[in-house]
Each structure stands twice: as structure tokens, then as C-alpha cells.
């Protein structure tokens, strides 16, 4: 899979030229340098920063939404974009046609089903060269549009009209990036009484390797593994994480955590792995029941983390190595991936800066 960093952001700037001008500067400090506007918009010295996308023959890349213009248009050398709104099937195999004709790049807008009409299209042209494009109405829809049907789109237009619009992007993309796990030392395995674990059941069939990242911290989460791997007391239910203890950290798409007591049907979850490979799960149901638990404490980089999850041979950490290890065989000393960053108090899941220790 692509990293984010490959995909291509176009902005697309609202208000006047003085307006486009300084937020399509803003973005192009920031590393975005395709716009969706009218190049006349812009000052000259600008202007040679960006590549444009617009419906006129001074624009980098020619937009339109006739076929027939594509291909008189790629037959002059022309590099092309077709726009559409996609309101029916009839629209799929005008942007399918069009790609064929030519166009190097297609631009999809949708209305409520996005994701679908996307997944047909990425599907219908997974053997053709064509960028494809999804429209977004804010930078928060990003991370979905670059995991649908696992191989995503190529890049999102979005609307901005104010430099925070801007300032948003690349610190949503950040987020997605730099979830690097790491590995942490076992300290201590121990039982930890009885209370209220949460399972998640997935939409998804989720792959060895894969999990939630879970734990009492929101800087030191770990690694928890999914139930793929069935034995001869137990059938494999590849679209569950058993979590762990209610009162415990998340870590959800958006960089936001949420306690597991608060995580309900429709919500989107992050699946991650050992590799640093994450996409988006929805969840479709959870369930809360009393069960023996297990604290696990671990070490990484000078700090320590802790998980309270199910004292049962189901529940696996994933090791050093990559082998997968269930909490019942989990050591002191042994090595496994968690998630460590920088510690910050949470107001509602979100990362605030304020003093905080968590034990």
C-alpha cells in the first residue's frame, strides 16, 4: 500500500482572489502544491509553485466533464482530469470510458454513498493507469477515502476557506504517518481479579498480525491481537479484538482515543500491525462481560505502560519477532510491539497540553 505522503492533496480555495491567494500560499509553505481554482486567481510567482486543476487551457491540467473533450483534448498532448458527480451507474461507466479514452486523472464527487461508488470504480480500473481523485467535504474524511477497499484512492480534493482549513491537513495526514510501533519489554504478567472486559466485533476480516491498540495510557498502547487463529476448544472469529479491561485507552483513525465502555456499533476503528500498516474497521458490535483478568506492565524507552485484558489463551500480543503469543504464555523478559508516544492528558479523547501522570 501506498504511504499517505505518496497520495496528492488538491485544495480547493473559497473567497476571492485575495483569499485564494494567501491560503494557496499557506498550503504550498506547508508542501500541498496542487490547487483546484482558476490560475488567473493567482499571482504570477505563485502561480509557477502550483499545479492547477481548472477548466480552462491555462491550468496545468485541463478539467472537464465531456468525453468528448477528453479525447480531443489527449490527442493535442493535453493532460487531462474528467470531473463527475456520481448519482447513478451511468455516471461509473462515463468516468470508466473516460479513463480509457485518456484521462490520466478522474475526479469523483458522491453525495451520502461515498465509499460504495468509490470501491466500484477502484475495482473497474485497478488495471489502468488513472489517478483517482475523491471529493471531500473537510480534511477529517481524508483518512477513509485513502482506505477504501483497502487500496484507496490517489488523492482527495477538498474545499478550504480559512487557513485552519489548511493547517488541518497536514496534521491529519501526520497522525495517519506516524504510527511507528515499537518494541517493550515484559515487566510483570499477573492476575487481575475479576471485571468488565469489552470485545470488539469488526465489519472486517482481519489478517494475522493484525490489532487494536489498547492500554491505560494514551502514550503507551499495546498491541492487541485479533482472534483469527482458532485451536481445538475454540473456532477462529477473525473480526474480533478481545480487547480488554472497559476503563482502558483506544486508539481510533482520527488520532483521538476513546474508553472501550464508550465504543458502540457503527463507530470506526483502527486496525494496525507490527509492520506500521493501518487501515479502517467499522465496528459492528461490542460486547461487555465479567471475566478473569490479566495486568500486563512493559517498558519501553524509559517509560511503562500497562494493559488489563482477559485472562484466556484467545487473547494474543504480537512479539518481537512476529510471533503471536497469547497472554496465557506472556513472560517477563519476552518483547512485544506497543505504541509509545508522547504523553498527553485527553479532554473528551482529544491530546491536550496540560500536566499529566498516568500510573
Given amino acids: 500500500m501506498e504511504s499517505r505522503s505518496d497520495r496528492e492533496i488538491i485544495i480547493a480555495p473559497r ?32 502561480r509557477r509553485k502550483c499545479r492547477t486543476y481548472w477548466s480552462t487551457e491555462a491550468a496545468d491540467i485541463l478539467v472537464t466533464s465531456s468525453n468528448q473533450q477528453v479525447r480531443s483534448s489527449v490527442k493535442k498532448g ?72 483497502e487500496k484507496g484512492v490517489q488523492g482527495v480534493q477538498v474545499p478550504v476557506n480559512s487557513i485552519k482549513n489548511v493547517t488541518d491537513i497536514p496534521e491529519i495526514l501526520r497522525k495517519e504517518e506516524s504510527l511507528s510501533l515499537k518494541v517493550a519489554k515484559v515487566l510483570q504478567v499477573k492476575d487481575g481479579g475479576n471485571g468488565e472486559r469489552a470485545c470488539i466485533d469488526t465489519a472486517s476480516l482481519l489478517k494475522i498480525g493484525d490489532g487494536m491498540l489498547i492500554g491505560s495510557r494514551s502514550g503507551f498502547l499495546f498491541l492487541v491481537h485479533n482472534e483469527s487463529i482458532g485451536s481445538q476448544f475454540t473456532s477462529a472469529r477473525p473480526f474480533r479484538v478481545n480487547a480488554g479491561a472497559i476503563h482502558s485507552y483506544i486508539l481510533l483513525p482520527d488520532g483521538k482515543t476513546k474508553y472501550l465502555s464508550e465504543i458502540e456499533a457503527g463507530m470506526q476503528v483502527l486496525i494496525t500491525n507490527s509492520k506500521n500498516k493501518s487501515y479502517v474497521s467499522t465496528v459492528g458490535r461490542v460486547k461487555i462481560e465479567t471475566r478473569p483478568l490479566k495486568l500486563i506492565k512493559a517498558e519501553c524507552e524509559g517509560e511503562q505502560g500497562s494493559v488489563l485484558v482477559q485472562n484466556a489463551e484467545t487473547i494474543r500480543f504480537v512479539g518481537k519477532n512476529g510471533e503471536i503469543i497469547p497472554v496465557t504464555e506472556l513472560k517477563a523478559g519476552q518483547e512485544i510491539f506497543v505504541y509509545h508516544g508522547k504523553s498527553s492528558a485527553r479532554h473528551f479523547g482529544m491530546a491536550v497540553d496540560e500536566f499529566i501522570v498516568e500510573k
Fill in 15 to 46: 473567497g476571492n482572489n485575495s483569499r485564494i491567494e494567501s491560503l494557496v500560499r499557506r498550503a504550498n509553505e506547508l508542501g500541498i502544491k496542487s490547487v483546484f481554482c482558476d490560475p488567473s486567481s493567482l499571482s504570477t510567482s505563485l
Fill in 78 to 149: 493535453r493532460l487531462v482530469a474528467f470531473e463527475k458527480y456520481i448519482k447513478g451507474q451511468r455516471d461509473v461507466d462515463d468516468l470508466i470510458k473516460a479513463s480509457k479514452d485518456g484521462a490520466g486523472t478522474i475526479i469523483i464527487g458522491a453525495g451520502e454513498w461515498k465509499i460504495i461508488p468509490l470501491e466500484n470504480i477502484i475495482a473497474e480500473l485497478g488495471g489502468i493507469n488513472t489517478s483517482i481523485i475523491a471529493k471531500v467535504t473537510e480534511p477529517s474524511e481524508i483518512p477513509t477515502m485513502f482506505a477504501v477497499l
